[in-house]
């Protein structure tokens, strides 16, 4: 895991703050977090836990992931695979093999490309499965 790079995080939470146009305390109490506690995650000297960026960041209505980017809890490309899986899961339109299935689909062109892949160079574990066998194009 990265280290927390709690400095930029605190500029960062100010600007979504002030874009958002939330005094220092409303956001504290939209977040369920204390007025000194959440300036000092501002000011750069507390670092916050994955639970509190999460709440601020359903506060500031943002995602989850965009803050541990910025924090440096989760690294850019695993945002962008964890937000595509999000939006698929969370389609009410869609059943659950359906979800299912297009995340097997998403994994194998991930892992045609070469990014389905852990940092150890071995394949994800956590590829979904899906009751049909799902069959991808080749070139």
């Known amino acids: 895991m990265a280290s927390l790079n709690v400095g930029n995080l605190g500029d960062f939470l100010r600007e979504q703050r002030r874009s958002a146009q939330l005094s ?3 956001l504290a109490d939209a977040a369920g977090v204390s007025n000194p506690y959440l300036s000092q995650i ?8 994955a639970e509190i960026l999460q709440q601020l960041a359903k506060a500031l209505r943002i995602s989850a992931e965009t803050l541990y980017v910025q924090a ?3 690294d850019e490309r695993d945002r962008e695979e964890t937000e595509v899986r999000s939006v ?3 389609d009410p339109t869609i ?3 359906q979800k299912q299935v297009l995340l097997q689909i998403y994994e194998s062109f991930r892992k045609e490309n070469g ?3 852990g940092s150890d160079g071995t394949a994800s574990d956590d590829t979904p499965t899906a009751d049909a066998d799902v069959a991808t194009p080749s070139n």
């Open 72 to 74: 440096g809890i989760l």
């Open 88 to 90: 698929i899961l969370a």
């Open 115 to 117: 990014h389905g892949t």
């Open 95 to 97: 059943n659950e093999r």
């Open 42 to 49: 501002e000011r750069g000297l507390r670092k916050p836990s």
């Open 24 to 26: 220092l305390r409303q």
